[in-house]
């Protein structure tokens, strides 16, 4: 049982992190670790019992894996016309749409460099794949944590559900992304009042400067329209950022009571970064997520991947910078 060490110390090290505190992003690096030590120990075992069983296993996965780049990629680039078509063509838009490009090049130019074995192109490219790997499995990491962390359910008693803006249309309009948040925040108000608690509503949400009135004031009358008694809502009507809203939130909250409990709303695909951002900020919270637009969230995720890596990035960077150095030392 030996193989299943890795495994299990693993498992043991993001069971305690998670315990610690379940917003921490690093929590899905130990899970992935977990388990590909897991499915490695499988194998073996597999492997034990049936050679023919396993190779042709491996096999299997080898194939997936090599045609992966290709699938993903044609998928990022459909996906990412489609954003276009729909969304407008901006830069967080056409987020996919070069994320599949760019695999597409890296790959017809390794393909290229094996072939030829050109040093000047075949050497900058291992540089760039092993920058590629690292950026990839985090991600993946990410992908993995962000997946379990948004199915996770929040058992405690809450004393204020807060839901974040995202921004209004012509100007007063509440959007359906917005909605959905506020549909989400009011399903978990509504179950928090069914259980006899005293728990608010909290929209937080600035005015933009293509908006007749704050975020957070238009988002108050949807929900006073869907029968949300006014007095049971708080209004935080200066924030123009995430971490605004949670920390201008917490303010408010905290002036209630001191020991409060909230839960935050957000889409899906903002639900990791927004509990990263609660946890820096030290609000005392954990974040759920509202469904989003299947179109919407390969592009949406991507932004929210690369904000995750860039709060992190003397760390991130420097290793990169170092993989980058590694993958160059064989022209030499």
Known sequence: MIIFAPAVAFFLVFAGSFLYDRRLVRNGVYLFFGLLSLALALLYRLASVSETAALILLLTLWILLIMLPFVLALFLIANGVMMVRREGRSLA????????????????????????RWDRLDTPLDAVGFVLG??????????????VYGRIRHRRAVDFVVV???????????????????????????AERAKGRETMLLTSGGQG??????EARAMADYLIASGV?????????????????????????????????????TNNFHVMRAA????????AAQVIG????????????IREFVAVFLSHRVLNIGICALLAVTGMLHLY
Request: hydrophobic fraction near 45%; include cysteine; aromatic fraction near 10%.
């Open 229 to 265: 008694p006014a007095d049971r809502i708080l209004i935080e009507d200066k924030s123009r950022t995430t971490q605004e809203n949670l920390r201008f939130s917490k303010t408010l909250m905290q002036d209630r009571k001191t020991d409060y409990r909230a839960l935050v709303v």
């Open 93 to 116: 838009n056409l987020l996919s749409l070069a994320a599949g490009a760019g695999i597409l090049l890296f790959v017809t130019l390794k393909a290229l460099a094996d072939r030829t």
């Open 290 to 301: 509202s469904p989003t637009a299947r179109y919407f969230w390969p592009s949406a995720t």
């Open 276 to 283: 990263q951002i609660a946890r820096k900020e030290k609000v």
């Open 134 to 147: 690292y950026v990839s499995l985090l991600f993946v990491c990410f992908l993995l944590y962000s997946f």
């Open 209 to 214: 400067p293509d908006e007749d009135l704050p």
């Open 164 to 190: 974040l803006g995202s921004g209004l249309i012509g100007g007063s309009r509440v959007p359906p992304l917005l909605a959905g948040r506020l549909d989400r925040g009011r399903a978990a108000f509504d």
